[in-house]
C-alpha cells in the first residue's frame, strides 16, 4: 500500500466515500480512506440506517390501527430489533469496505492526525497528498456538564437500544429527540421529554411542531416544556456496552422536582468532530474558512447542515473539483429535510419567519383524496411560500403521513425556480397525495395561474 496518494479522506462514511469515488472516476488521480471506526460511518450503523429501520414498522403499526377493514398490527420487539440488527449488518463493515477497495479506493484502519503540510500520520505511518487533505469525520454528541457523570445513553445507544429501559427520559426536543420518543415508545418505555425551549423542533415551522407535539402526547409521550433541568445523578453508572442500560437508576431534578429513570438519553445537539485530527500540530484553530487551500472539510465536519444526503452532495462537488471535472453549481441550493415523526415532518427551504414578501398558502393534508385514504384521521397541512414577484416556490413544508415522499418535487421546482403558472401544468395522479399541489396552488391568488 502506498505513503502518497492525490487525496486522503479521512473518514470513510458515506461523505468521504463520495469525495473519493468522485476525485477516482473522473480523473487519473488516486485516493485512500482513513477510518478508526467502522466503514460506512454514523449513518450506516447508528443514524440514519438503524433509527429508519426502527421507525418504519411503527409507523406500519399505527397505519393499521387507523385504518378501518383490517386487523391492527402490533410491534414485535425482539422481531423489530433483528431487522435493526441486519440494516445494520450486525456492526461488520466488510461489504463497505469492498465496495470501496472495489472503486479502486484502499481502506487504511486508524486514527489519522495532520503531521505536516498534506501530511497524516496513522498509528506511526506517515501518508501524503500530492493535493489535498480532506476531513470527513462527522461530528460527536454534545454533552453538557451536569450529565458528564451519569453514563447517559446517546443517539448511538438510541438506535442500538438492546435493553428497552421502563422508565426513559430524553433532553432534547430536537429531531433525534422526537424520532426516538417515537420508536422508544412504541418499544414499550414510559417515555419522558426534558425540553428547555417552549416548543420542539425548532428549526420546522410552528404548525409543523405544534402537530408532531400533539401526537407524542397522545401516543403517551410525557413532553415537559420549558423543564429547567438543574442536576443529575447515578450513584452506579457503568457503560455496560451499546444499547444497554448504563447502570442504576437516573434522578433527574427539573424545577427543583425530583425525577427518577432507568434511563436518560441525550440530544441536545453535535458538533463537528474535529478535535482529534491534529489541527494544533499546523496551529489552525476549528474554523475551516481559515484553513490552507489543500485542507477541506465536508459533511458534519465543516459546520454545515448535518444531513447524510446534504454532505454527500456537497462531497460530490469537492470530488469532481479536487479531479477537475467541476460542474457549475446553483446558487443558494435549498437543504431539504424529512423528520420521521408520527406524523412525518418534510421541508425545503427557508422558514416562513425568515422570508419577507411572499405568499403563504396552507391546506390541510387530507384536502386530498389520495392522501385523506392513507389514513381514517389524517393529520397534518401542506404549505408553501411563493415569491410575490417571482411568483416561484421558496419553501415548502408538508406535515403527514409518508410526507416525505412528497418532498423532492418541491425541491425540483424551488432549485429549478419554476413559476407557479407553469406548476400548475404538471398534472398530479389521481388519487394520490400528489394532489396536494393542485390544492396549494388553487390557493394562490387568481392572478398566478397567468405568466
Same mark, same amino acid.
Given at each position: 500500500?502506498?505513503?502518497?496518494?492525490?487525496?486522503?479522506?479521512?473518514?470513510?462514511?458515506?461523505?468521504?466515500?463520495?469525495?473519493?469515488q468522485?476525485v477516482?472516476e473522473a480523473?487519473?488521480?488516486?485516493?485512500?480512506?482513513?477510518?478508526?471506526?467502522l466503514?460506512?460511518?454514523e449513518?450506516?450503523?447508528?443514524?440514519c440506517?438503524?433509527?429508519?429501520? &426502527?421507525l418504519?414498522?411503527? $409507523?406500519i403499526?399505527?397505519?393499521?390501527?387507523? *385504518?378501518?377493514?383490517?386487523? /391492527?398490527?402490533s @410491534?414485535? =420487539?425482539?422481531?423489530?430489533?433483528?431487522r435493526?440488527?441486519?440494516?445494520?449488518?450486525?456492526y461488520?463493515?466488510?461489504?463497505?469496505?469492498e465496495?470501496?477497495?472495489?472503486i479502486g479506493?484502499?481502506v487504511?484502519?486508524?486514527?489519522?492526525?495532520?503531521?505536516?503540510?498534506?501530511k497524516v500520520?496513522?498509528?506511526?505511518?506517515?501518508i501524503?497528498?500530492?493535493?489535498?487533505?480532506?476531513i470527513?469525520?462527522?461530528?460527536?454528541?454534545?454533552i453538557p456538564?451536569?450529565?458528564?457523570?451519569?453514563?447517559?445513553w446517546?443517539?448511538r445507544?438510541?438506535?442500538?437500544?438492546?435493553?428497552?429501559?421502563?422508565?426513559?427520559a430524553?433532553?432534547?426536543?430536537?429531531?433525534v429527540?422526537?424520532e426516538a420518543?417515537t420508536?422508544?415508545?412504541?418499544?414499550?418505555?414510559?417515555?419522558?421529554?426534558?425540553?428547555r425551549?417552549?416548543s &420542539?423542533?425548532?428549526?420546522? $415551522?410552528?404548525?409543523a411542531?405544534?402537530?408532531? *407535539?400533539?401526537?407524542?402526547? /397522545?401516543s403517551? @409521550?410525557? =413532553?415537559?416544556?420549558?423543564?429547567?433541568?438543574?442536576?443529575?445523578?447515578?450513584?452506579?453508572?457503568?457503560?455496560?456496552?451499546?444499547?444497554?442500560?448504563?447502570?442504576?437508576?437516573?434522578t433527574?431534578?427539573?424545577?427543583d422536582q425530583?425525577?427518577?429513570?432507568?434511563?436518560?438519553?441525550l440530544?441536545?445537539?453535535?458538533r463537528?468532530?474535529?478535535?482529534?485530527?491534529?489541527?494544533?500540530?499546523?496551529d489552525?484553530?476549528?474554523?475551516?474558512?481559515a484553513?490552507?487551500?489543500?485542507?477541506?472539510a465536508?459533511?458534519d465536519?465543516?459546520?454545515?447542515?448535518?444531513l447524510?444526503?446534504?454532505g454527500?452532495?456537497?462531497?460530490?462537488?469537492?470530488?469532481a473539483?479536487l479531479a477537475?471535472?467541476?460542474?457549475p453549481?446553483?446558487a443558494?441550493?435549498?437543504?431539504p429535510?424529512?423528520?420521521?415523526?408520527?406524523?412525518q415532518?418534510?421541508q425545503?427551504?427557508?422558514?416562513?419567519?425568515?422570508?419577507?414578501?411572499?405568499?403563504v398558502?396552507?391546506?390541510?393534508?387530507?384536502?386530498?383524496?389520495?392522501?385523506a385514504?392513507l389514513r381514517?384521521?389524517?393529520?397534518?397541512?401542506?404549505?408553501?411560500?411563493?415569491?410575490?414577484?417571482?411568483?416561484?416556490?421558496?419553501?415548502?413544508?408538508?406535515?403527514?403521513?409518508g410526507a416525505?415522499?412528497?418532498?423532492?418535487?418541491?425541491t425540483?421546482?424551488?432549485?429549478?425556480r419554476?413559476?407557479?403558472?407553469v406548476?400548475?401544468?404538471?398534472?398530479?395522479?389521481?388519487?394520490?397525495?400528489?394532489e396536494?399541489?393542485?390544492?396549494?396552488?388553487?390557493?394562490?391568488?387568481r392572478?398566478?395561474?397567468?405568466g
Amino acid at each position: 500500500m502506498s505513503d502518497e496518494y492525490d487525496v486522503i479522506v479521512i473518514g470513510a462514511g458515506p461523505v468521504g466515500e463520495n469525495v473519493a469515488q468522485y476525485v477516482t472516476e473522473a480523473s487519473d488521480l488516486n485516493a485512500v480512506l482513513i477510518e478508526k471506526e467502522l466503514a460506512g460511518g454514523e449513518c450506516s450503523y447508528y443514524a440514519c440506517m438503524p433509527s429508519k429501520a &426502527l421507525l418504519r414498522p411503527v $409507523e406500519i403499526a399505527n397505519d393499521s390501527v387507523d *385504518l378501518q377493514g383490517i386487523s /391492527d398490527a402490533s @410491534v414485535q =420487539v425482539e422481531e423489530l430489533l433483528k431487522r435493526r440488527d441486519e440494516w445494520v449488518s450486525h456492526y461488520d463493515d466488510a461489504s463497505q469496505v469492498e465496495w470501496a477497495e472495489g472503486i479502486g479506493v484502499p481502506v487504511v484502519r486508524g486514527a489519522a492526525r495532520l503531521s505536516g503540510e498534506r501530511k497524516v500520520q496513522v498509528d506511526g505511518r506517515t501518508i501524503a497528498a500530492r493535493k489535498a487533505v480532506v476531513i470527513a469525520t462527522g461530528s460527536t454528541p454534545v454533552i453538557p456538564p451536569e450529565y458528564a457523570d451519569v453514563c447517559a445513553w446517546g443517539s448511538r445507544d438510541a438506535t442500538g437500544v438492546v435493553d428497552v429501559p421502563e422508565r426513559l427520559a430524553i433532553v432534547g426536543g430536537g429531531v433525534v429527540a422526537c424520532e426516538a420518543a417515537t420508536w422508544m415508545r412504541a418499544l414499550g418505555s414510559e417515555v419522558t421529554m426534558l425540553v428547555r425551549g417552549d416548543s &420542539l423542533l425548532t428549526n420546522q $415551522e410552528p404548525f409543523a411542531a405544534e402537530t408532531v *407535539l400533539k401526537s407524542l402526547r /397522545d401516543s403517551g @409521550v410525557d =413532553v415537559r416544556l420549558e423543564a429547567n433541568v438543574t442536576s443529575c445523578e447515578r450513584p452506579d453508572a457503568s457503560d455496560t456496552g451499546l444499547g444497554r442500560v448504563h447502570g442504576g437508576a437516573v434522578t433527574v431534578t427539573v424545577d427543583d422536582q425530583k425525577l427518577e429513570f432507568d434511563e436518560i438519553l441525550l440530544a441536545v445537539g453535535r458538533r463537528p468532530r474535529l478535535g482529534e485530527i491534529g489541527l494544533d500540530a499546523l496551529d489552525l484553530t476549528d474554523d475551516p474558512d481559515a484553513w490552507p487551500d489543500w485542507l477541506i472539510a465536508v459533511g458534519d465536519a465543516s459546520g454545515e447542515a448535518p444531513l447524510t444526503h446534504w454532505g454527500k452532495y456537497r462531497a460530490r462537488g469537492i470530488g469532481a473539483r479536487l479531479a477537475g471535472a467541476a460542474e457549475p453549481e446553483p446558487a443558494d441550493v435549498p437543504v431539504p429535510q424529512v423528520v420521521f415523526t408520527e406524523p412525518q415532518i418534510a421541508q425545503v427551504g427557508p422558514l416562513r419567519k425568515d422570508l419577507d414578501d411572499v405568499e403563504v398558502v396552507r391546506v390541510p393534508f387530507n384536502s386530498a383524496a389520495g392522501a385523506a385514504l392513507l389514513r381514517d384521521h389524517v393529520q397534518g397541512q401542506a404549505q408553501l411560500l411563493v415569491d410575490r414577484k417571482d411568483r416561484v416556490v421558496r419553501a415548502a413544508t408538508f406535515v403527514g403521513p409518508g410526507a416525505g415522499e412528497l418532498l423532492h418535487a418541491a425541491t425540483i421546482a424551488i432549485v429549478g425556480r419554476v413559476p407557479v403558472h407553469v406548476l400548475r401544468h404538471a398534472v398530479p395522479s389521481y388519487p394520490t397525495a400528489s394532489e396536494l399541489w393542485l390544492r396549494l396552488l388553487e390557493e394562490l391568488p387568481r392572478q398566478y395561474r397567468r405568466g
